[in-house]
Every structure is written in structure tokens, then in C-alpha cells.
């Protein structure tokens, strides 16, 4: 299926400048989203004593303000928000890059194992009794594998097909589902089982400082990798043969990537669960805006994906008194935008 | 062998699988809570329980464990790591193979496990669709059903299992504690202002995710009955919620759950969010007692939570001897009398000694 690339080289790059203001665009609606959310709660704090309360940690604003609140916007709303949008770039991001390496506008995380695989490790440490560190250390390392599993089954006579990549994830991601199943079978009822299950659904309602300390930095380093190395991105969807010819190490480079993302999707499903969609909707938004050059693509992806989980995080924490899982809202708010996207550059291509 | 000692055996097997036929008692009718009749020759002698929370109902209307000849693992690890372990020791060789799974998840039954017990009377989940009843019927299974949920439940299902094994006077003894306790408790609270209602939260996961009862749940029921408000009332059923909610709701008292083992009252008191709470600022933060069964869903001994909640909930109001009480029941339902430390055990004094009020609730 290389529709995707065909057009990628048909269609003239945009301009460096028009790239540069969507990204300040993109990056703006981020901050807005982030700024909107920081003020909006089911403890009801006016606008301005927000502003102070941030603002004081660095500005002499005078305390006006009661100690509960100022907890929960610096120990609950703050880390919160923060880890969304970090988890909706990095989630996105993998998205941009996976789309374009695979020349597959359907592969995200989720159908490549990925998401499947982490979320069996971290049912895994939470059954043995586990949390922090570890849990997300095992979600790392069953995400990797799920990938690996994927990459080997999908190799056959030395050549990678698409096709052959997306089934194969719906193999080991059909696979690892079930495991997961047994992991809830054999769980506690009483103890572990609601732990896994909530886990799960998926998640920002636990967020503190600490596990944004403990996500963060490998969150970051698959975000940071994936940035600098988004122009390999547009060598790598041009297509094995003609890669080489440009010199690159193809095998080699695309396990860079397939490593960023299982670190980036394995960290966000360690603390969060796992959050579908983000990482398939977001990069086909982003592309219809800034157009194919993932120097463009992935860093809009990322603020796009940011601003999106941040705000999907903000309904499910306010709109009701109870929590509304996260999976739920990407997938109801996903769905139908993914359906028009599909239908308008169906549209658009066969225009041509 | 002569055809006389075949007959004779023939019918000594027969008379092992019609039970004890010799034994000459009244055929029982009643309907269960799915509205079927079940009727059976005689009360059930051999019983199997599915359901979680209504073994140790059958053991406080039996007064032994010697009728109970299946039950769920999960009824029997509740039974043996709490008070009716130390006060049954046989409970331990009743058989929990009973769940299709073959492990302790879900209610769908082992039919074969279940028929080589030979029980005369299997009690069933009602309200969990057909699936799981079908199996048990279709083999020729007595059944009973059940339904989780309200107070109005929970006395039905205590009338149709002591109607079934044959205990009219008991049942109709627990049913009077629970009539006099409420009228006790109501009679306590007449006049009481809305003002006056503290509002309680029952939090039936806090471990590691927030889960709260709203309006529907039983917890809900007795919340109000103790005299309190239910903080989360917006909600209907258990619904998940956040750190940020529980604040804005301030909640004067925090209930605990007794599921999560693990789970301690400084859960809440090191919260830097659910700590600056009106329930941790009064030290108003009490884990479930655990008594024959956890006092958290319905049960034989529900008038003892509802009780020792609305003695917490109004310490000017109520001075329900808790101790005593539970001295007095558990000799009326368990044939047993707890010790000193046992009754420590089931208030949990060591965990929710600390807590206000909670000295009322001491051994002198």
C-alpha cells in the first residue's frame, strides 16, 4: 500500500514558512489547552485565583487562598494536565512516525502489538504485586517484544511487507489481549483484579509529581528521538530499495524507531493505561493540515496530539462527577473524525 | 447375587441419593427472588452455595456448617481468614469446586462438581441472566435464586434460606433484630434537621483508583438510615471518581471498604489532596468492620454496621453498646462467643482506634 508515498513525492513539499506557523499555531493551541484545563475542576476555583496560585511560586502574590485549593491545582490538576500532554505527543508522534515508515496510514501502536504488549507487562507487575519502577519497566519490555514478535513474523524472504506487518500485529496483539484475559482470570477478585481492570480503561486520575517523574523521562527521550530523527522518517517511507540507495541502513534505523516508540507507548501505558486512537487520528489530522514532510509532521503531530489528550482529559475529569475513562472519550471523539478524514482525502485523491 | 440383596442394595443407593428418605418432615414451598417456586420434600440438608455473601447467612440461620456441603472459594476464603474460621474450623473440608473456571472468577457453575455433591438445594445468582441458572436446572438441580442489592432484598433472601432449611423461628428472629434496629436508630433521629446530617463517603476502591457509592447502592441505605448524607449522591451505583471530586464534595466522615485487604485508614490521612478533607481534618476516617461476613454489603449482621455507623455519625444521639451486641447475636447466630481480642479484630481498633469517637467502642 503505497498510496501514501506516491503522494508524498507528487506533492510538493510545502514551504519551510508555512510549516513553521502551523507548528506556532499547533504549539499555541497546546499552551491554550493546557492553560484552559489548569482552570477547569470539580472543585470549582475562580479563574484568577488560579493565575495566583501558579503564579506564586515564582511572583510575591499574596495568599488569598485556602490550602486546599492550592494543593489541588499544583498537586493534582498540574502533574495531571502535564502528563496528558506529554502522553498525547508522544502517543501521536509514534503515530506520525509508524505511518510514515510503514507507508500505512492504519498502523499506530495499537495495531502493531505495542499498546497489547505493555498492557500485559503492566497487568503482569501489577498482578505480582507491583507498581512504579517496575511496572514501568515491564510495560517497556512486553511493548518491545510484542514489536520484535510483530517484526519477525512479518519478515519473510528477507523483504517486509506492509500487509504482512499489520496482520502480524493483530496477531501478537490478538495474542497478548488473551494474555491479558488469563492475567485477569487468575487475579484476586478482591485486590488485584480492580487494580488491572482500572488500569486498563485507562487513566490520568492517579497522577501525581512522582509518577510524572517516573514517566517523564522516558517519555521524553521517545519524543526528543523521535524530533531529531523525523527526517530519517521521510528517507525510511520512500521505501526499502530506495532508502539504500541514499546510503541509509534501513534495518538499523528503523529499530531506533520501533525502540522510541515501544519506550514512548510502553511508558504512557504504565501510567495511564492504554489510550487508543490518539496515536492513529492525530498524525491523519496533523497530515491534512501541514501535508506529508514528517520534518513538519511529526513535531505538529506531537503539539496536536498534546492539545487532544489534554482536552479529551479535561471532559473526562469535569463533564461528570465520576471519572469517564479515557479510552471511552478518544474512541467516541476518534471515531467519527476519523470516518470524515477518511472520506475527505478519499475524496481528494481520487479528484485527481 | 440373589435378587433379594440386589433389591436391598438398589435400594440402600436409592435411599443415598433421595437423602435421608426415612426421616419424615413437611414438604417446603416458597417462591425466590426471581419470583419461580422451589419446592422441596423436606429442608435442604445438603446446600450449595454460589452466591458470595450468603454462605455465612446460611451458617448464622443453620448455626453450623454442617449443612453447607458446597460453597464459592471466594465465600470460603472470606470464611477462613476471618472470625467464622476460628469459630467453624470444619468449614475448611466443605468443597469450593464448584465454578465452572475452575478458579474462583465468575458464577458459572461446575454442573458435575456440583451434582457429585448431591445437593438437595443449589442456591443461585438471580440476576446475572439465564446463563448461569440453565446449567443447574437442565440437570435436574433444585434451584433458588437470589438478587444483590437493596435492603428489601437482603430480607428476602434471608427469609427464602431459612423457609428453605427449615429455621422459621430464627429467620423470623434476625428479621425482628433488623425491625427493632431501624425503629432504635429512626426513633434516635426524629427531629434531626438536614443541617445536622454529616455527609458521609463510602469509598469501595481507594487503594489505588477512587471508587465511590452513589444513590442506589446499599451502602447509600444505611448511610441514611445511620442519619447521615451520602456525599456522592449525585452518582448513581459505584462509579470511579477523582482526588479533585472528593474535595469538592468534603466529606464530614470517610467510610472505607473491607475488600482491599491492604488498605488502611492513613490512605487518606497522608493524601496531601484527600487529607485536607473535614473527614481527616476530624479524624472522621473508619475502615468496615469484618464480622462474620464483611459489614460493608448486606448480611445476617447488617443491624451491627447500621448500629455502629450511626453511633459514629451521632456520638450525642446513639450509645449502642457495639460490644455487647456483638456478644449477645454472635451466641444467637454462630452458637459462639467472641473474645475480647476477637471483637478488637472485627471493629479493626487497631486501625480505626485513632479515630474520632472510637473510644466508645473500647473493651473497658
Known amino acids: 500500500m503505497s498510496d501514501t508515498a506516491i503522494h508524498a513525492r507528487g506533492q510538493s513539499l510545502p514551504a519551510r514558512g508555512s510549516g513553521a506557523v502551523w507548528l506556532a499555531a499547533f504549539g499555541g493551541l497546546l499552551i491554550v489547552a493546557m492553560l484552559v484545563s489548569l482552570g477547569l475542576g470539580r472543585l470549582s476555583i475562580p479563574l484568577p485565583t488560579v493565575a495566583a496560585i501558579v503564579g506564586h511560586l515564582a511572583l510575591p502574590v499574596p495568599e488569598s487562598w485556602t490550602v486546599l485549593e492550592e494543593r489541588v491545582v499544583l498537586l493534582v490538576r498540574e502533574p495531571r494536565v502535564l502528563l496528558a500532554a506529554l502522553s498525547g505527543a508522544g502517543l501521536a508522534m509514534c503515530g506520525a512516525a509508524l505511518q510514515g515508515i510503514f507507508r500505512n496510514p492504519l498502523v499506530s501502536p495499537q495495531i502493531l502489538g505495542i499498546s497489547p504488549g505493555a498492557a500485559f507487562g503492566g497487568a503482569l507487575a501489577i498482578l505480582l504485586g507491583h507498581a512504579g519502577v517496575v511496572l514501568i519497566g515491564s510495560s517497556f519490555v512486553f511493548g518491545v517484544a510484542a514489536l520484535v514478535t510483530v517484526g519477525l513474523i512479518a519478515r519473510i524472504d528477507g523483504r517486509t511487507e506492509t500487509a504482512t506487518i499489520v496482520l502480524a500485529g493483530i496477531i501478537v496483539g490478538a495474542l497478548f489481549s488473551a494474555l491479558v484475559s488469563l492475567l485477569q482470570f487468575v487475579a484476586d477478585p478482591d485486590s488485584s483484579l480492580p487494580a488491572i481492570v482500572g488500569w486498563l480503561m485507562g487513566s490520568f486520575a492517579s497522577a501525581t509529581w512522582p509518577r510524572l517523574a517516573l514517566a517523564a523521562p522516558a517519555i521524553l527521550i521517545g519524543v526528543i528521538g523521535l524530533f531529531f530523527l523525523r527526517f530519517r522518517v521521510n528517507v525510511l517511507s520512500l521505501g526499502d530499495d530506495e532508502a539504500r540507495s541514499f546510503g541509509v541502513s534501513v534495518e538499523r534505523d528503523r529499530w531506533i524507531f520501533f525502540i522510541l516508540v515501544a519506550l514512548t507507548t510502553g511508558a504512557v501505558v504504565s501510567v495511564a493505561g492504554v489510550i487508543g486512537w490518539v496515536g492513529l487520528v492525530v498524525p491523519h489530522a496533523a497530515r491534512l493540515l501541514v501535508g506529508e514532510d514528517h520534518r513538519i509532521l511529526v513535531p505538529a503531530s506531537g503539539l496536536l496530539g498534546g492539545a487532544y489528550l489534554v482536552t479529551v482529559d479535561t471532559i473526562s475529569r469535569t463533564a461528570t462527577a465520576a471519572e469517564i475513562p479515557l479510552s471511552v472519550l478518544t474512541a467516541i471523539i476518534g471515531a467519527p473524525v476519523f470516518a470524515i478524514l477518511l472520506r475527505h482525502s478519499w475524496r481528494k485523491e481520487h479528484a485527481r | ?364
Open chain 2, 1 to 364: 447375587m440373589s435378587l433379594s440383596t440386589l433389591r436391598a442394595a438398589l435400594l440402600a443407593a436409592g435411599a443415598v441419593f433421595a437423602g435421608a428418605s426415612a426421616v419424615q418432615a413437611d414438604p417446603v414451598t416458597t417462591t425466590d427472588l426471581n419470583g419461580r417456586t422451589v419446592t422441596l420434600d423436606k429442608p435442604a440438608e445438603r446446600i450449595v452455595m454460589i452466591p458470595i455473601p450468603s454462605s455465612s447467612t446460611v451458617i448464622a440461620l443453620d448455626g453450623t456448617t454442617d449443612h453447607l456441603v458446597g460453597m464459592h472459594p471466594l465465600s470460603k476464603s472470606a470464611i477462613e481468614e476471618a472470625i467464622l474460621g476460628e469459630f467453624f474450623p470444619d468449614a475448611k473440608d466443605i468443597a469450593s469446586d464448584i465454578i465452572a473456571s475452575g478458579g474462583s472468577s465468575g458464577f458459572s457453575p461446575n454442573v458435575e462438581a456440583i451434582a457429585a455433591l448431591r445437593p438437595d438445594l443449589v442456591v443461585q445468582w438471580g440476576h446475572q441472566g439465564e446463563d448461569i441458572v440453565a446449567p443447574l436446572t437442565n440437570a435436574g438441580l433444585t434451584t433458588a435464586l437470589i438478587q444483590y442489592g437493596t435492603e428489601e432484598k437482603a430480607r428476602d433472601i434471608i427469609k427464602l434460606l431459612g423457609t428453605l432449611i427449615g429455621k422459621p423461628e430464627k429467620l423470623d428472629e434476625i428479621i425482628a433484630w433488623r425491625d427493632d434496629t431501624t425503629a432504635k436508630i429512626e426513633a434516635g433521629l426524629e427531629g434531626l434537621s438536614d443541617e445536622d446530617k454529616p455527609s458521609v463517603l463510602y469509598l469501595l476502591r481507594a487503594q489505588t483508583e477512587l471508587r465511590a457509592s452513589g444513590t442506589g447502592s446499599y451502602n447509600d441505605f444505611y448511610i441514611n438510615l445511620a442519619g447521615g448524607k451520602n456525599a456522592a449522591a449525585e452518582l448513581q451505583g459505584l462509579k470511579p471518581v477523582n482526588a479533585e471530586q472528593v474535595a469538592a464534595w468534603n466529606p464530614d466522615v470517610i467510610l472505607l471498604n473491607g475488600f482491599e485487604s491492604e488498605l488502611d485508614v492513613s490512605r487518606i490521612y497522608d493524601d496531601p489532596i484527600l487529607g485536607a478533607t473535614n473527614a481527616a481534618i476530624s479524624k472522621r476516617v473508619y475502615k468496615m468492620p469484618i464480622g462474620g461476613y464483611r459489614w460493608d454489603p448486606p448480611s445476617q449482621e447488617s443491624p451491627l454496621t447500621w448500629q455502629w455507623l450511626a453511633t459514629l455519625l451521632h456520638p450525642d444521639l446513639f450509645d449502642f453498646d457495639i460490644r455487647g451486641e456483638i456478644t449477645g447475636w454472635y451466641a444467637k447466630l454462630y452458637g459462639q462467643t467472641p473474645t475480647a481480642e476477637q471483637i478488637d479484630g472485627i471493629l479493626r481498633v487497631s486501625m480505626n482506634g485513632g479515630g474520632a469517637n472510637y473510644d466508645r467502642f473500647l473493651a473497658d
